[in-house]
């Protein structure tokens, strides 16, 4: 378990639940409060480590980059500056949550964690349609946030269409009617769930044109979404519209099964609060970000509350004398500084022994000379699944100690090669040996997935 410095016997002040901008902020602050926080970081449950804002390009609107930042870079950042004043991490999910008394217990990666106050910050996903063509075209066309991609170029002047019967399709058809050239609402039904006046709106601006009783089936296109295919609800029938982007606007699911029952949910599943205030009904565990906010949804309004949840808990902690806080060594920490990129071997700086190395050189060198094991791990600059991935297999090479090796290929830098290797779709893994391809992973997989893989060809006993 990653728990680092941690004495697992003892009860933490305080454990937060989730990585996106409500977890780390919140981190930030109690951090900084000397409360010593331990942050689970999700893995695969409801999101990846470092939340939704992983899964975009560019976000535009969070203040303090006034020429936007890339989302994955921005949630790197925001675990810096967590890491860079104590916040401990444990990288796993969240198995289970036990509130029923205190101190709170919550279960990841099998060992229990003993704790007075609970920051649940697990945010809420996206429903997605699931279309046999999503993968290719998220982000490539396909957007679960209108208000967040709405002004991406690719849209600008471009049919697009929205998909979804309910206000928040309603307010996206009309928002995206600043940057798209006409407006397509898909609506399953043959009447719009919204409010009479928001679905008034829509119906009498000449920008929107709603297709009622339609599904959509899939998405085509080659690089880019060029159209969607919907299916006539009554008959069956496939039509294909031209589109440039398609928008879900068909709900949020809150990320609470862990605490269902425990605590106060609203109709839809998300935590309730006291009004304008983190705490839950319970005492002493606070909700932040999206997992308790069905209608603003940002990464601003998530860290914002982050932090007031942070805040709270180290009054409740502080005013019920619970909290065991610890003093810093360094009352300032070590900047956290530049992150350090690995540059792209070439002739002269190839190492045959690195553990992690970049680009298409090292790759055949290494394909060809080397006797170890090879990872190669298929990445793409705006990729966020490709940050949280890439650090695990370097750790994984760490521990075997420099029995196997890696090699990042950048599929933009390198695309013969990744047409070659049959990649379609970043992060992708391949396990070479002895010339042989041996395994292929495809998204996220858990650290010791990759370490069995590799032990087998090295015949480490399980
Ligand atoms: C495609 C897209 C683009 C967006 N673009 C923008 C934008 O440009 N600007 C903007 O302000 N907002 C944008 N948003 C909205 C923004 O991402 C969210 O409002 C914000 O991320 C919410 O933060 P959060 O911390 O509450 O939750 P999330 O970011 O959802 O993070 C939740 C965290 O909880 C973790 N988790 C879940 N279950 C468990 C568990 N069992 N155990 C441990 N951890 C768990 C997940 O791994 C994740 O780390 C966008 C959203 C999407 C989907």
Redesign the pocket.
Known sequence: MAVENADINTVENLVI?????????AAIYAARANLNPLL?????????????????T?????PGFPDGIL?PDLMDRMKAQALRWGTRLVE????AIDLSQRPYRIT?EGQVIETQAVIL??????NRLGLPSEGRFW?QGI???A???GATPQFRGAPVAVVGGGDSACEEAVYLTKYGSHVHLIVRGDKLRASAAMADRVLANPAITVHWNRQVADALGSDWLEAIQLRDSSNGALEELAVKGLFYAIGHTP?T??VAGQLELDAKGYLVTQPGRPETSKEGVYA????A?AE????????G??CQAALAAERWLSHHQLAVTVSREQVEPQEVGQPVRTAVSDEANYDPNALWQKGGYALRKLYHDSSKPLLVVYTSPTCGPCHVLKPQLKRVLDELGGRAQGVEIDIEADQEIAVQAGVTGTPTVQLFFNKELKQTFRGVKQRSTFKAAIEALIGVPA
Do not use: K
Request: aromatic share 6%; charged share 15%; with cysteine.
């Open positions: 639940v989730g990585s996106g901008p409500a977890g780390y902020t689970i970081t999700g893995f695969q449950d409801g999101g990846i480590p470092g939340g939704q804002l992983m899964t975009t560019h976000v535009e609107n969070f989302g796993a999910d969240a198995e990841a910050a697990t945010g809420a996903s996206a982000s957007s679960a946030c208000i967040c991609d990320n099964r862990l932040a970000g999206d997992v906010d603003w949804r940002q990464g601003i309004t998530a860290a509350s982050g």
